[in-house]
Each structure stands twice: as structure tokens, then as C-alpha cells.
């Protein structure tokens, strides 16, 4: 069974500062990879999503992940974060033919100035 | 504009009462969910459809009820039987039956249920 790790709760980080965000997956078979941002009091938003290809995965807002197959991991990344950035990110993992959608627990994202 | 609409956005209930939520799509697809979200705890799946008058268990199906008559339709009751209601919900739809489904979820904006 697939599984999602995200291994900060919590990720504070000064306005205009580069930042990572870190996902593990397990998985016995390819996998499809996404994350999503949730902003207070709103539904989830796709961020980007790694589906095949490029392992390098651009997405909205500035932000990009890379998958990495031999680590089993898809960080999200952004070189230079806005206070606007401030929301919880959450990344997804389906299996190849099926469609059910994995979630990991959730990184909260704290941008101050 | 395609999408989901959850309604109410905020709902105020007291101890003891049922309570229903609404989600409305109208991007054509088979699958809708229900997800209850608490602080900390990620998004916890609680019934799912996938096709019209068929419905299945979640994670955290005890104490909630669903119906599935439209396909555009996936309301959510959160019963007496629901020991601790308090929280964020959401609804999400996809279309797992077609060609190269990705898994990918459409999500609404949520309703959240305060319990006094």
C-alpha cells in the first residue's frame, strides 16, 4: 500500500528566503506525485504534479519539485518566498491505475517578514 | 466556470442535532468524496461514490451518512452518532474511469462545522 510522509509539521522561514519541503513516498509500483496548497478556510489547490518525463516539475506561484526515484521523495521547493506564501502544503501520491489519492499529514508554511 | 460548490461555508450546530452539508459539481465527473480535515491530522477520507446510488466507506465513516441520487450531487449528514464533529470539511471529485487517470482530486472550499 502506498504511503506519504511529510516530515515537518511546521516550517517557518523569513520573506524573500529560498525554502524546501520535504515529501517521502513508499510505493511498490510507478506512482504519479502531487502537491497541493491549502490557504485558511479554503480547499486545496493543485500546486504541481509529476505524472512522467522531466523529473523536474515547475508549478504555480514559483514553486517546483523534483522527483527522485532512488529516494523514493518529491521535495517542493522555491528560491525566494513571499509573506502571501503562508499556507499549508500538502503532497499526494496516487499508484499507476488506480485513483485513489494518498495524502501526506500536511507542512505548515510560515512566511514572516 | 467548472467546479465544486460546498455550501454552507461556516455552520453552527448544537450538541445532538444533525446536520447536512451540500456539494454540487458540475465538472462531469463519476467520482465525488468527503474528506474531514482537523488540525495536524492531514485530510482523512469518510465516504466516497463513484458512480450514481453507490457508495462506499472511508477511513472515518462512523457517525456520517451519504447519499449519491444525481450525479452532480454528494451530500454529507453528520449524524448524532458523530462523537466529535467539530471540524473542516471537504469535498473533492475526479473522473477515475477515464483514459490515463492520474488520481488527480478537484476540490470545493470546504464547510466548516463548529458543534456548541
Known amino acids: 500500500a502506498q504511503s506519504v510522509t511529510q516530515l515537518d509539521s511546521q516550517v517557518p522561514v523569513f520573506e524573500e528566503a529560498p525554502v524546501e519541503l520535504r515529501c517521502n513516498y513508499s510505493?511498490?509500483?510507478?506512482?504519479?506525485l502531487f502537491w497541493y496548497v491549502q490557504y485558511p478556510n479554503q480547499g486545496l489547490q493543485l500546486l504541481l504534479k509529476?505524472?512522467?518525463?522531466?523529473?523536474l516539475v515547475k508549478g504555480i506561484n514559483g514553486f517546483e519539485a523534483e522527483f527522485n526515484k532512488s529516494q523514493t521523495s518529491f521535495h517542493l521547493r522555491k528560491p525566494s518566498v513571499h509573506i502571501s506564501d503562508t499556507a499549508e502544503y500538502f503532497c499526494?501520491?496516487?499508484?499507476?491505475?488506480?485513483?485513489?489519492?494518498?495524502f501526506g499529514k500536511g507542512t505548515m508554511l510560515l512566511v514572516s517578514p | 466556470d467548472g467546479g465544486i460548490t460546498q455550501s454552507p461555508k461556516y455552520l453552527f450546530r448544537k450538541e445532538g442535532q444533525n446536520v447536512t452539508l451540500s456539494c454540487e459539481q458540475n465538472?462531469?465527473?463519476?467520482?465525488m468524496y468527503w474528506y474531514r480535515q482537523d488540525p495536524g491530522q492531514g485530510l482523512r477520507l469518510i465516504y466516497y461514490?463513484?458512480?450514481?446510488?453507490?457508495?462506499q466507506k472511508g477511513d472515518i465513516a462512523e457517525g456520517y451518512s451519504v447519499s449519491r441520487e444525481k450525479k452532480e450531487s454528494f451530500p454529507l449528514t453528520v449524524t448524532s452518532a458523530q462523537k466529535n464533529p467539530t471540524a473542516f470539511y471537504l469535498c473533492?471529485?475526479?473522473?477515475?474511469?477515464?483514459?490515463?487517470?492520474?488520481?488527480?482530486?478537484?476540490f470545493g472550499e470546504g464547510s466548516r462545522l463548529t458543534v456548541l
Open positions: 499526494a501520491v496516487s499508484e499507476s491505475g488506480y485513483s485513489t489519492l494518498t
Open positions: 510505493s511498490s509500483v510507478s506512482v504519479y
Open positions: 509529476y505524472l512522467s518525463g522531466s523529473t
Open positions: 465538472l462531469n465527473h463519476d467520482a
Open positions: 461514490s463513484q458512480i450514481v446510488n453507490d457508495f
Open positions: 473533492a471529485s475526479n473522473n477515475p474511469g477515464l483514459l490515463g487517470h492520474t488520481g488527480e482530486l478537484f
